[in-house]
Each structure stands twice: as C-alpha cells, then as structure tokens.
C-alpha cells in the first residue's frame, strides 16, 4: 500500500474533523482548528499513516498508543485549554497531544517515562517547530517547578487520582484524567473553584494504558 499523500492526508483529516469530532459533540471552535492543523500523520509509525485518521487509537512501540481522535480532542476542550495557558500534558507519547495544545496556542509542558518514546516525539515536535517543553519521568510526580498549571491533562490511567497533580494545579484549574483499572476507566474532571475546593465530575468510559 503506498502512502497517502500530503493533500490526501488534509482531506482525511478535515473528514475525520467533521464526522468524528463535530458529529460527536466537539463545539470549542478553538479545539476544532488546532485539530485541523495537527497532522496526526506524522505522529504515527509510517507502516500506520494510512490509518492516521481512523476513529480509534493506534499502537507505539513500545507497547503504548497513539489516543484516538476524539478523545485527545475531548480532553482539550475538557480541559478548556486557551491561548496562553501554562498546561501540563502527561504522558507525552508520540507527542500528538502536545502538538494540539501547543497549536491551541498554550504554553506546554509535557512528561513521559519511556526515553524512546520522548526521543521520538522530540523530533516529530521539532519538524513542525512546535514549542514543548519536554521530560523523561514519572508522570504522577508532575512538573512542581513549572506549577501552577492551568490544566494539566492525563494521558494514562490512574487507580486514584495523583495527589502529586492536584497539588500542581493553579486557581480554577483543571485536571483531567481516566480513572480506574484494565476492566473499568472513566474519565474525570477535577476543577478547583475559585474558593479552593475541587468540583468533580465524571465524563465517559474510556480505555487508556495504565499510568505507572
């Protein structure tokens, strides 16, 4: 199978834009552009590229994944992540979610415990000149010299909620992340209230790899 080209790849990506995103409930236009300008394509494994845009998550070696669409597109908006915001991105990957809330025009920072993975996403970052800050280390410690955050966003999942991150939220922050086990995740958000305390709510179901 050759590879899709550059125009194919736009025309794939505004398809999965409309059908996946906006279809499903996606309304923050700010969300909806930087997923239209966040090539996921080459934040794939070139053997996947031809299934960049399919409405589902794909595999990184080792042994990780590539968030589906939707979901990386929820967390944002979740999130309500917007120009200027100093966001946490936890769980680095392939650097796809980075990318999208670096085009949304925050400031990012972004963990991952896997250093072949973080050398991967540096480049990908890199090619596109997208300014992340990145690290290798355990997620569920965060980035305490980089706090407050104004979201910080989790791309694994926890047993209970990482008192480390909440601790790194910012007034009126926002966490978002799965909770649960391999059989049962949903994901949360956690807000805190001008007051200090902490809103919680409960989202969707979802599936994530495990936080660790």
Do not use: C
Not at 97 to 118: F, K, M
Request: zero cysteines; proline letters at 9%.
């Amino acid at each position: 199978m050759s590879e899709p080209t550059e125009v194919e790849q736009a025309q794939r990506r505004a398809e999965m834009v409309d059908t996946q995103l906006v279809a499903r409930g996606i309304h923050d236009p700010d969300v909806i552009r930087a997923m239209s300008s966040t090539p996921r394509h080459r934040f794939v494994p070139q053997r996947l590229r031809h299934a960049a845009y399919q409405d589902r998550p794909l595999p990184l070696d080792p042994e990780q994944t590539i968030s589906q669409p939707y979901i990386v597109a929820l967390m944002a908006e979740l999130g309500r992540v917007s120009p200027g915001d100093r966001v946490l991105d936890v769980g680095t990957g392939s650097g796809y979610q980075a990318a999208v809330l670096a085009n949304l025009g925050a400031q990012v920072w972004s963990i991952e415990r896997l250093p072949e993975l973080l050398e991967t996403a540096a480049a990908h970052l890199a090619e596109l000149e997208l300014p992340v800050q990145l690290r290798a280390g355990d997620g569920k410690e965060g980035w305490p010299e980089a706090a407050p955050f104004d979201a910080i966003l989790v791309a694994a999942a926890a047993a209970q909620v990482p008192p480390r991150l909440l601790e790194q939220l910012g007034p009126e922050g926002r966490l978002v992340v799965p909770i649960g086990d391999e059989n049962h995740q949903e994901l949360l958000v956690l807000e805190r209230t001008p007051w200090g305390e902490l809103r919680r709510q409960s989202v969707t179901e979802v599936r994530f790899v495990p936080l660790i």
